[in-house]
């Protein structure tokens, strides 16, 4: 199936931990996004990077490490996980260029305890 | 002012209504308007694109209105099925920002 997939879809972790969203699409998009969904169900963007390079950077904690090893994948780590982190983190993919819809992942559920 | 705005709901209408959503923008440069309906704890899926000329599919409308700055969408013939939230989305080049989402709920 062509899509936009993560790992793992729920995560449940104490404060203080680190752990590591992965994501891959297999579209052949340029762009890729992280986004998080939090309990008021507002979509916001985090980052956005294009061919391996990050080119969106909304202001995001920098215990968000983004990592792109190749244009089909965008993880995201976050380290020392604190309470107002829990959401739900959704990647995305877009064509790029004259298109800019939106393609997303399942998303991934992170409870902070 | 929020970049992008919907009424939360929900809107609660019986099966085969006509409902109508809309959205302001305030970024006037932006390029591209979407709709995209996303059901309880899954992804936002895109329903449509939203053209200046306006553009429907099926039971689905969606308009743009670039001089009050608002994108609509209406449904025709509720169905069951349509239960969603439906956010909005505009933007342009590699950034689309979306809308908090719009709650529907369509009755027997």
């Known amino acids: 199936d062509t899509a936009v997939s993560q790992t793992p879809k729920y995560l449940v972790t104490q404060m203080g931990n680190d752990k590591s969203i992965k994501c891959e699409q297999n579209l052949g998009h340029d762009t890729m996004y992280w986004y998080k969904q939090d309990s008021k169900k507002f979509l916001k963007i985090m980052f956005s990077y294009n061919n391996k390079e990050l080119i969106i950077n909304e202001t995001v904690p920098n215990r968000f490490s983004p990592k792109s090893p190749d244009k089909a994948h965008l993880n995201l780590h976050i380290n020392s996980l604190e309470l107002g982190d829990s959401a739900v983190y959704f990647c995305?993919?877009?064509?790029?260029?004259?298109?800019?819809?939106?393609?997303f992942g399942p998303g991934t559920r992170l409870t902070v305890l | 002012r929020k970049e992008v705005e919907q009424d939360p709901g929900p809107f609660n209408v019986p099966e085969g209504a006509t409902v109508a959503f809309n959205c302001t923008y305030s970024?006037?440069?932006?390029?591209?308007f979407f709709w995209y309906r996303q059901d309880c704890r899954k992804e936002p899926k895109l329903l449509m694109s939203?053209?200046?000329s306006g553009n429907e599919d099926g039971r689905f409308t969606a308009q743009l209105n670039r001089a009050s700055q608002y994108i609509s969408l209406l449904i025709r013939d509720s169905k069951l099925s349509d239960s969603a939230t439906y956010l909005c989305?505009?933007?342009?080049?590699?950034?689309?920002?979306f809308g908090t989402g719009t709650q529907l709920k369509v009755e027997l």
């Open positions: 989305a505009t933007g342009g080049g590699n950034k689309l920002t």
């Open positions: 939203v053209y200046s």
């Open positions: 995305a993919s877009t064509p790029g260029s004259a298109d800019s819809t939106q393609y």
């Open positions: 970024n006037s440069a932006s390029q591209s």
